[in-house]
């Protein structure tokens, strides 16, 4: 079985442990064990900032750039290893893997060339200079300066590939050095990748660690100038929330977690909309089996169009063919692991208790995989009554799974919408630019993105739970109140603000 090493101090380490077994979720094979027993972490961390930091910073933005350009060149160069990785241990068909492969692709190289563009400086100047005295002769410049400490990265299951490198780009162009730390049930991608870089030798000594498998302390050797990025659930975070190094030391953290987002037709329940709101909340429901914080949890319909949307999304999850994503014609793969698969059939239990059930895959046959595979059919719930449900606005069910939900009037939607108490994001569907723009508006506080669907932009919006690099990525409240992505702004994490006061010499001579 082949053993995921350890990458720190620019050496390959194995664990010392017996280290946790990754599985193929459909076919039950044991693939590889990881393991991060032993590892020395304050030597690691200290290599890092010492090494890895410095290295990174002389380059500037354009050389670090051009760094994520040339792995970009290494991904390509390997992808159909990583299909195969993922078909195996993440049980997803190629299209799903894609959104995973090559939206990490997408966002490195998106980063590569804004940052060829970015200043010829050492730091990025934040506004203008302002005056604090009378005839301009002291004054203040805002800059943002590369961060001397290291950043944690922190990943969640579902994401091997994109989540990885949606952190690691705006870190490793800002010059900062990464430890990298998938979740350990499907580790394999991240660490095929990381050996892909590190093997071509892309990166200076000291900018890339990884660690698979969960070490003791992976928080205690961080210092207060460290950083840390998480995704994963709600759960998790506030345990390291609650870690001394964060709490105490002021170790920065960004989370993002989980999140009951919305679709929302509009009153108009334009024929086109409902179209464009079905065909969503299908795809939403059944890529990556329902395993996205993105995904769609909660579909809101006016009322008077919720039996019609309701037998519509029925007749299409009908369609959707679940089983062995190595088998032609499958549109569906399996949850990740059968821990995933307890955890699902747990959240179903409880929503179950609250709403009827409107579309029930689990009655049809599951193709072509052995029937204690991790494969889970959609499941649609429904309620007439959604404010006295409070389970179907807090619990997120992490895989195929959503609940209809009538809307009274638009202040009805909006509230409901709201009652997720912080989502990553709401996709709306309507022909009432109006109501469009009032619901953007409206929802703004709560969500991190809001996406507007018309019949116009039907052919090349970008989806509902697709996260471009371009836009924010996160949410407040239970999304876990943090902020990725939105293009260069994602350098700021990675960076600290100074303002820096002087005379106006002095400040020219700083900004040059
Ligand atoms: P998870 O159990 O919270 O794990 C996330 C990561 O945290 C994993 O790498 C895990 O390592 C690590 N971890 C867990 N406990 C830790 C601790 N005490 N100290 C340090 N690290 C720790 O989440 P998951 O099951 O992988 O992912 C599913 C959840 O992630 C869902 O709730 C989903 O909504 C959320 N998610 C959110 C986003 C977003 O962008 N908002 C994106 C994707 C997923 P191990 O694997 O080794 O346990």
Same mark, same amino acid.
């Given at each position: 079985? %082949? ?5 720190v101090?620019d050496r ?11 599985? !193929? ?5 044991a ?22 930091g410095?290295?990174l910073? *002389? ?11 040339k792995?970009? *060149? ?5 992808k ?5 990785i993922? &078909? ?11 959104i995973?492969?090559?939206?990490g ?5 998106w980063?590569?060339?804004?940052g060829?563009?970015?200043s @010829?400086? @050492?730091f990025l100047?934040d ?9 301009n002769?002291f004054?203040?410049?805002?800059i ?20 990885l ?8 162009l800002s ?5 990298v730390k ?5 580790a ?12 071509e030798?892309?990166l200076?000594p000291?900018?890339?660690s ?13 210092n ?14 506030a ?13 920065k ?16 329940? !334009?024929?086109?909309?409902?179209e ?8 939403e ?13 909660r579909?809101l319909v ?5 039996d019609?949307i309701?037998?519509?999304l029925?007749?299409?999850?009908? %369609? ?6 190595r088998q ?6 399996? &949850?990740?692991?059968l ?10 239990a409880i ?5 009827d ?9 599951v ?6 595979s ?16 409070p389970?179907v ?5 992490f895989?195929?799974?959503?609940? &209809?939900?009538?809307y009274r ?7 409901l ?5 912080g989502? &990553? ?6 022909e ?6 009032h ?5 703004? *506080? ?24 371009q ?18 702004r994602a350098?700021?994490f ?5 303002a ?5 010499e002095?400040?020219a001579d700083?900004?040059?």
């Open positions: 079985m %082949k053993k995921l090493s350890n990458y101090q390959w380490v194995d664990g010392a442990g017996k280290g946790t077994v990754l599985y !193929d979720p459909v076919q039950g094979t693939l590889a064990s990881a393991d991060a027993t032993g590892l020395d972490l304050n030597a690691a961390y200290d290599w890092a900032r010492q090494s890895g410095p290295a910073r *002389d380059l500037g933005y354009a050389g670090r750039a051009a760094l994520l350009g792995i970009v *060149d290494v991904l390509q160069a390997n159909e290893k990583y299909y195969d993922a &078909l195996r241990n993440s049980g997803t068909v190629k299209a799903d893997s894609a995973d492969i090559e939206g692709i997408f966002t490195l190289s980063y590569a060339k804004a060829a563009k970015l @010829s400086q @050492s100047t506004g203008d200079v302002t005056p604090l005295a009378r005839d002769v004054a203040v410049q805002h943002q300066v590369p961060i001397q400490g290291l950043a944690i990265l922190i990943n969640a299951f579902n994401f091997p590939s994109w989540g490198w949606e952190k690691a780009a705006p870190a490793l010059g900062v050095p990464i430890v998938p979740a350990t049930s499907t394999w991608l991240t660490y095929e990748m990381i050996r892909d870089v590190v093997e030798g892309i200076p000291g900018a890339i990884l660690i698979c498998g969960r070490p003791d302390g992976l928080l205690d050797a961080l207060g100038l460290d950083i840390v990025s998480f995704t994963g659930s709600a759960d998790t975070a345990t390291l929330r609650s870690h001394p190094r964060i709490l105490r030391d002021g170790v953290l960004n989370a993002e977690t989980d999140s009951v987002n919305s679709a929302i037709l509009g009153p108009d329940a !334009d024929p086109t909309s409902v464009l709101l079905v065909r969503e909340v299908v795809r429901l059944t890529i990556k089996s329902g395993q996205k914080c993105t995904a769609i949890r579909i006016p009322e008077q169009s919720y019609t309701a037998q519509s029925a007749q299409k999850l009908a %369609k959707v063919t679940v089983g062995d994503p032609d014609g499958i549109r569906m793969g399996s &949850l990740v692991n821990a995933q698969l307890e955890a699902v059939r747990a959240g179903i929503l179950e208790q609250h709403a059930i409107l579309f029930d895959g689990r009655e049809q046959l193709i072509d995989a052995p029937t204690d991790a494969c889970l059919p959609p499941v649609l719930f429904g309620v007439r009554q959604p404010d006295d449900h389970t606005h807090d619990v997120e069910v895989g195929p799974v959503a609940t &209809l939900i009538p009037d638009i202040n009805h939607a909006w509230q919408a709201r009652r997720g108490m989502s &990553l994001v709401a996709s709306i569907y309507s009432d630019k109006a109501f469009l723009t619901t953007a508006l409206a929802l703004g *506080d709560s969500h991190g993105r809001v996406h507007l669907v018309t019949a116009a932009v039907s052919k090349v919006h970008t989806g509902h739970g697709n996260v471009m690099p836009s924010n990525h996160g949410g407040p409240g239970r999304a876990g109140g943090g902020d990725e992505l939105g293009g260069l350098l700021s990675y960076h600290r603000l100074v820096v006061q002087a005379g106006p002095v400040l700083l900004l040059g």
